[in-house]
């Protein structure tokens, strides 16, 4: 059967940035600047990018995820994915990351995890020493939905000028070959002003000067979003397509169609919950396991709903186990308070794309608790796969 994929919305990258010993980056680098030249010579992806990426999602190497399952990127299990996992459940999130024997394996997958993706080819159509190029085309591909990623691994790269790794990743055939094609285009182009012109050849052809705002244009284009399956997913998961199973509470057939489901999140809708009395909001307020809850709106945050319900979003996102850098999308439940430790419900039968988080919000019952109740089987839950809700 079929290992079940229990994700969550929370990249690596959600929690990645802490606090972290000035002492444990340099040794990082030390340790791994290697890999990440070697990755630039085969695959062309910068040095200075892979350091930075790998420094921001383990914490320097400091991460559960980095220490135990020697995963420096926060690589999440997908359906493609068919090694061994691992399941981090202190973060709140339950995620399966993917389990790598050694560091050099983790920095192996990552480059071809964005080497065989179709949406970030036109990355490889950048400059491999521009890495700010590379830092804006990471977030515009979609590969973090964490909107300040790219300023974050600009920060790292100019701090520890991590560029000094490029030139070394740039071999003397690398040089050579892009002077050479340089040479050709500008052959190429003369040739082709050559043949165009009618003036004499005592007049030098005109040509148009640069406006600032052209040339600026010109370097902070980004580049087009592309996706595997030609459907723009729900969101994006530290690069892998997400998109959201909501058939249980909805009449259309538009998600029935999706090609890939990656997570459930629960949504809900007016007509299905009993109503609840909350004073503080004038939104209409339900009840699940006696726990109060409203249902996201469009455009809705948990900033927004936290406000408008006389909440703090800090204690918002706790009581829904929400990372800092998602928001709750159309239909979906927001609990106004902590969820429940008990309910009716005794076991959940798994299907695929449930996670830990999907469950505590579906039965109301607090994540760690349902952490605390199941123990992982020694291969792994699968589809059909019994978990306790309130088992007695």
């Given at each position: 059967m079929k290992k079940i994929l229990l994700l969550f919305i929370c990249l690596s990258t959600v929690y990645a940035y802490s606090q972290y010993a000035e002492e444990d980056v340099?040794?990082?680098?030390?340790?791994?600047?290697?890999?990440?030249?070697?990755?630039?010579?085969?695959?062309?992806?910068?040095?200075?990018?892979?350091?930075?990426?790998?420094?921001?999602?383990?914490?320097?190497?400091?991460?559960?995820?980095?220490?135990?399952?020697?995963?420096?990127?926060?690589?999440?299990?997908?359906?493609?994915?068919?090694?061994?996992?691992?399941?981090?459940?202190?973060?709140?999130?339950?995620?399966?990351?993917?389990?790598?024997?050694?560091?050099?394996?983790?920095?192996?997958?990552?480059?071809?995890?964005?080497?065989?993706?179709?949406?970030?080819?036109?990355?490889?159509?950048?400059?491999?020493?521009?890495?700010?190029?590379?830092?804006?085309?990471?977030?515009?591909?979609?590969?973090?939905?964490?909107p300040e990623y790219a300023e974050r691994l600009i920060a790292i790269i100019e701090k520890y000028t991590l560029t000094r790794f490029d030139k070394q990743g740039m071999s003397a055939s690398n040089v050579e070959t892009q002077v050479a094609e340089s040479q050709s285009q500008q052959v190429a182009e003369s040739q082709a002003v050559a043949q165009s012109t009618t003036k004499p050849v005592t007049e030098a052809p005109k040509q148009t000067p640069k406006t600032q705002e052209s040339v600026q244009s010109t370097t902070t284009s980004k580049p087009k979003r592309t996706y595997d399956n030609g459907m723009e997913p729900d969101t994006i998961i530290n690069g892998i397509e997400v998109y959201i199973q909501r058939g249980k509470h909805t009449n259309s057939s538009a998600y029935d169609n999706r090609p890939i489901v990656n997570m459930n999140v629960f949504t809900a809708q007016p007509n299905e919950y009993k109503v609840s009395y909350f004073p503080y909001t004038k939104r209409d307020v339900y009840e699940n396991n006696k726990v109060k809850f409203v249902i996201a709106k469009k455009g809705d945050t948990y900033n927004k709903i936290a406000k408008e319900a006389q909440l703090l979003e800090s204690d918002l996102r706790i009581y829904n186990d929400a990372p800092d850098d998602y928001e709750p999308i159309l239909n979906e439940v927001v609990y106004l308070q902590m969820k429940n430790t008990k309910s009716e419900v005794s076991y959940h039968k798994l299907e695929m794309a449930d996670s830990f988080r999907y469950l505590s919000q579906k039965y109301a019952v607090q994540l760690k608790t349902l952490i605390k109740r199941n123990k992982a089987p020694e291969g792994g839950y699968t589809v059909g796969s019994l978990i306790c809700i309130d088992c007695k």
């Open positions: 340099l040794n990082y680098i030390d340790n791994y600047s290697k890999l990440a030249v070697q990755s630039m010579k085969t695959y062309k992806i910068p040095a200075s990018i892979k350091l930075a990426q790998a420094i921001y999602s383990s914490n320097a190497g400091q991460s559960k995820v980095a220490r135990e399952a020697r995963n420096h990127f926060g690589l999440l299990c997908n359906t493609e994915y068919q090694g061994e996992p691992y399941y981090e459940t202190s973060d709140r999130s339950g995620n399966c990351y993917r389990m790598y024997a050694t560091v050099e394996e983790s920095f192996q997958d990552h480059n071809l995890f964005l080497t065989s993706r179709p949406r970030y080819e036109s990355l490889f159509q950048l400059s491999p020493t521009d890495y700010r190029a590379w830092a804006t085309g990471l977030q515009a591909c979609g590969y973090s939905i964490n």
